[in-house]
C-alpha cells in the first residue's frame, strides 16, 4: 500500500429521505405529554443561577427542592431562539461539518475503560497511548466525521483527565472534536483555553468552534449543578452545547417506550430551555443514548428493537422541534466483534440513519461501550459504509438510465466491454474489509475473516498515517494550559 494521505476528506450520509415511525398526531401527544411534566412535575436543577435565571424568564421555582417548573409558552420561546442550523468546525476547513438537515455524520463512541490490545489481543485497562492511537486512527478514517473520547486516559490524574484526553484529540487529528467528559466548571474553562489556543484566539474559536459538548441529565427528571454550570462557559465562549439523555427504561425512565420518550423529551427540553435563556441564540441540539434495562441482569441492554426504535424516534423528535440531533447508534452489546455485534450495529446504524439522525455517535466499543477494539472500529465503519450508499439513493438522468447502451446490447450480448460499464463500474461499492472470494479461494488464503482484516489495516494506518500537525510551539502551549489545571 502507498503511503497514507494526510488529508482525505470525510463521508457523510446524504439524506434523500427520512423515516417516521410515528404519525404528527402520536408526535404531538409526547410533545403534550413532556410539556405536562415540564410545567407540573418539574425538573430539579440545583445551581442557584439557573433558578434565579429560569425564575425571570417566567418559570415557577420550589427553592427547597430545587425545582424548576417550565411553561408551555417559555418553551416556545426557547425554540425559536435556538438555531436550526450551525457548523461544527475543525482545525482543518476541508473537516467541518454542516448541520444543516441534510447530511448526516459518525463518530465514535466513549469513554471506554478497556481495550483489546491490538498486538497481544488481549483485553486490559486503558491508557493516554490507546487514546493517542485510537484518535490517529479516527483521522484517517473518511467514515469518522469528529471525534469523541473513545477511550479513558486511566493513567492520568482524574481531574486533569478530560483537558489531557482533549489535547490528545487536537494534537492527533484535524477534525471536529465533541468535548464530551468536560462536566464541571473547571474541566469548560480548560477545554476553552485549549481550543482557543489551538483556534488562534478566543474571538477566531466563537466565528470557528473546534469542540461542542453536551451535557447530560440525571434521569429521571434532574441535571447535576456542575454540568449546568459547564454549560453557561461553554456557551459563552460560543461552543456549540447539546444536551443528552442516557436514561434505562424500567429503572430510570418508564418500562414503556412512550413514557420514556416522554420523560427523555422533558429533559432534553428542559436544557434547552435553560441554555437559550442565559444565552439567546446559542447552538444547541438535542441528543439521546437512552436504552431499556436487560431484564435478566438488571444491567444496561445495548442492543434489541427498543434501542433501535428509541433512535428513530429521539431523531424525529428533533426534527419535530427544527433541531439538530445527536443519537446513540451501534454500541452493541456483544463481547467480540462477532455476529451479534454485526446484526446490532448494521441495524442501529441503519435505524438512525433513516431517521435523519444528524450526528450518530457510537462507532468502535463493545461490551455496551465498555470495551474498545481496533478492530471493531474499523468494522463499524464499513457497516457505516454500505448504510451510507444505501440511504444516498440513486440518479435517475439521461446519463444513468443507458438507454442508448441497452438498445446497442439488446438481447444477444452483454455490457462487459461497453464504454458505459467502463465508465461507471468503479463507482459500484467495493469492500475493504468483507471476503467476497470464493469459497475455494477464501479456504487456500487461510479462512481470513473481516477481523483479521481490519486488524492488519489499523497497524497498517498506524504505521503510515500522519495527520495534520500542529502550528510550531503550540504543543508548549498547551501542555501549559493543562499544567496550570492540574
Known sequence: MAAADNRRGIKPLIFKTKLDLMDQ?????IDQASRYILEKVGIRMPLPAALDLLEAAGAKVDRSRS????????????LQHAPAHFTLCARDPENDLFLDGKHGYLTLDGCGLQVIDLDSGKLRKSNMSDLEKATLVADYLEEIAFLWPVISAQDQPKSQQPLSELAVQLQFSAKHVQAMTAVNPRSARGSVELAAAVAGGSETLRRRPLISNFQCSISPLAYDPEGLEAAMIFADAGIPTGFLT??????????TLAGSLAQANAEVLAGIVFLQCHRPGAPTFYGSCATVMELKTGAVCCGGPEDFILQALTAQMARYYGLPSNV????TGAKASNWHAGVENALSGMVSAFAGADMMCGAGLLAGAVIFSFEQLLLDCEIYEIIRQTVGGITVDTETLALETIARVGSEDHFMVEPHTFKHMRELWQPELINRSPYGKWQAEGCREAEENAREKALWILENHHPLPLAPGLKKEIDLIIAAYR
Open 25 to 29: 398526531q402520536q408526535a404531538e401527544k
Open 67 to 78: 425545582l424548576v417548573f417550565i411553561p408551555p409558552d417559555l418553551v416556545d420561546r426557547a
Open 246 to 255: 442516557m436514561q434505562i427504561g424500567c429503572s430510570t425512565a418508564p418500562a
Open 328 to 331: 446513540g447508534t451501534f454500541a
